[in-house]
């Protein structure tokens, strides 16, 4: 039987960090994960709890508990991680990989998976928005010029061979998932604009409490934020070969625990059908395990893709044939995070997208 690959998650307190913990704890290609936190990292999150142990199975039995340690290079070198996923902000994500790339580690055969921004964007307009001030531009620059995209729909071609995968947000996902099969035939009269409204769960902003995230401010309520200013943004015009002025993305808080729903405005370029429409999705998505084509006027909704990796997608197509609207759904810590995650480490290595997601 082959060797196991082993793997270490740093950031495993966060929510992505542990729901990537508990899918590489019941992979059948992967030895138990290295769990792992920033030395100076609070353990607000789980220290009345008993932490720093995460159940990896999540039923919470003392033998499928593993401890939380302290990051280090060392350690790392130590236990032979092979793949190093990244659950951690986006300022350390880019201070990390490139300290691993100036300590030759990247080249003596480690990789990565970031599920942190810091690492999506080529374009400098577009990283404006995370305010990096990298200590070693040449070293960055070389990374970024690297770093493989991770959406394995569109990408599946580069992510076996990359050192380095940067795992797309959730709701670049959701949209650029729902766009790419109707820009990549040119039917979309993108000067009229596109629309997105997305909505996602609290889970999406993180697990570091704020005055936002509360549930006092979330219970009972729906509020728009980031409006032409959130930091997916960037990732979809660049995905989707877009301008600035192409697009409107508005995000929303929705108040349950996890889920992204996307709607999307579209003008068509000419007249189109019904069928002509889910053809084209269809045709685009073919052996596509993790997307789902919803029949015509079936729309999908965040109850049918919640605790799974995939995204669905359905569409209305108007009476005129012109005026198209998409709906797009997953859930923002699988298919938004930690199962892509694993979706691209199944990539990486040769094996079935499918393994150890459901």
């Known amino acids: 039987m082959a060797a196991k690959l082993k793997t270490a998650v740093l950031g495993a307190t966060g929510y992505s960090g542990m729901e990537l913990a508990r899918l590489l704890g019941r ?54 991680v092979e793949l190093l996923f990244l659950a951690t902000p986006h300022a350390v994500s880019r201070d990390l990989v490139t300290e691993a790339m100036t300590r030759g580690m990247m080249t003596r055969g480690l990789r990565i998976v970031d599920l942190s921004g810091a690492w999506r964007l080529k374009q400098e307009q577009h990283r404006a928005v995370y305010g990096f001030k990298d200590a070693n531009a040449k070293t960055a620059a070389e990374v970024t010029d690297c770093a493989v995209y991770g959406l394995p729909e569109l990408n599946a071609d580069q992510i076996p061979s990359a050192a380095l995968v940067a795992n797309p947000g959730c709701y670049a996902t959701s949209i650029i998932l729902a766009l790419a099969p109707l820009l990549s035939v040119g039917i979309v009269d993108c000067e009229r604009g596109i629309i997105s409204d997305s909505k996602s769960g609290v889970s999406g902003a993180g697990k570091e409490p704020t005055a936002r995230t509360h549930f006092v ?25 877009l301008n600035s002025s192409q697009l409107i993305f508005t995000p929303h808080l929705l108040p349950i625990p996890r889920g992204i729903l996307s709607t999307i405005y579209v003008h068509l370029k000419r007249e189109m059908t019904v069928d002509e429409i889910q053809a084209c999705f269809r045709d685009f998505y073919k052996g596509k395990r993790w997307v789902r084509i919803f029949p015509a006027s079936s729309l999908p909704e965040i109850q049918f893709s919640v605790h799974t990796n995939y995204c669905d997608l359905g569409f209305c197509l108007a009476g005129d044939g012109r005026r198209l609207v998409l709906v797009s759904c997953l859930d923002n810590l699988l298919k938004g995070a930690a199962g ?15 393994e150890g997601l459901q």
């Open 217 to 241: 401010s979330v219970a009972d309520n729906f509020s728009a934020y980031s409006v032409f200013g959130h930091r997916h943004t960037g990732e979809i015009l660049e995905q989707l070969a």
């Open 27 to 80: 992979h059948p290609r992967t030895d138990a994960p290295l769990l792992l936190r920033r030395n100076a990292e609070r353990e607000t999150d789980g220290a009345a709890a008993g932490l720093p142990h995460i159940s990896v199975n999540g039923n919470h039995r003392a033998d499928d508990n593993l401890p939380v340690q302290p990051f280090s290079w060392s350690a790392l070198e130590q236990r032979g």
């Open 340 to 354: 892509q995650a694993v979706q691209n480490m199944n990539l990486m290595y040769g094996w079935d997208e499918a």
